[in-house]
């Protein structure tokens, strides 16, 4: 056996999913003594000061990539991007009002549904007739203009559809689960009212949830929510209310220093990610419908590339043979199926072009007939 402990596969997983070397590397070498503190962050308490200097910086890091306007707040929560469904509804809207969702996908659903549990929500746009592979054009989307918010999913991780910018919903607050998309390219955060993302996919481990929300909005937050559920109780207390993520945000703000200062910010790592994404498209459009792309061309993914081959048996011996060539966690959602290659700032180019040239490969010898 020559394995050795620094050997990594290509990881293509949607989330969890691949960390940048540079931060996992910064990461082991701290694990044990935190900045000469003697202790490891796995260790230390939230309220101590040096935690308070990670929490202060993961902030500045992400107001710096973002350029969050100084009117809005950054919040550091637990309970994922599922718990914001309800958080959501709850404080900006509250019972019997009313909101919009636009839903795109199978998070977007999600978030709907959730709503009807607490809101009145209006389905502005379903792409459901479509399978979910199209996105709704300006003047596809119902908007009640006594609609407390305008609810979408910028990346649907499942189907591969990402919005190319943000829906245009004139003054109503516009907010957005970013989960699969955050920090992967500028963001216009002005022209939005709330914007969250759990970590897990292109921001660091689970466990941790950005909310970026307008101070005004922080307003809306009633007295009778669990304290826990307000949002204006995590602005006022500085995310720490109660004992926060720690580990999460500590590697949160490693991931926005390594966007800082390796990748070029946010237009550096949307151009790399543009290049990666263009790798493997470029193969499905020339297969002449060997691989057949789930989203509509103009829709599609830059993070996760969703598409099928001919058959099961087919996709099946994709996957084994990119299993032996250490691509690993390629297979699609259950509920679509195929294909789905989570490429997220984290995956190196290199991984991208081995993948495409699995598939180039692949579909050589399938012309050949020599897959059987
Ligand atoms: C993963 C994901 C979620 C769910 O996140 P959890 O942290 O598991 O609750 C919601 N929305 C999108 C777009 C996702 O990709």
Redo the contacts with the bound molecule.
Sequence with gaps: MTTTMTERVYNFS??PAVLPEPVLRTIRDELFSLRGSGMSILEVSHREPIFLDILGEATSRLTELLGIPKDYRVLFVQ?????QFSMIPMNLAGPRAKCSYIVTGT?GK??YDEARKLSVPELSWDGKSSNYSTLPQPRDLSLSADSSFVHF?S???IQGVQFPEEPSVGSLPLVC?A??DFLSRPIPVAKYGLIYA?A??NAGP?GV?VVIIREDLLKRSGPSLPSYLSFQNHASENSLFNTAPTFGIYVVSLVAEWLLNEMGGLSGMQVTNQRKARLLYEVIDSSEGFYQGHAAPECRSLMNVTFRLPSDELQQRFLQEAEAQDLMCLKGHRSVGGIRASIYNAMPEQGVERLRDHMREFLSRWRGKALG
């Design positions: 949607p989330g309970g994922g991007s599922r718990l998070w999600a978030a999913t990346n649907e991780t689960d989960s699969s759990c897990q996919k689970a949830t």
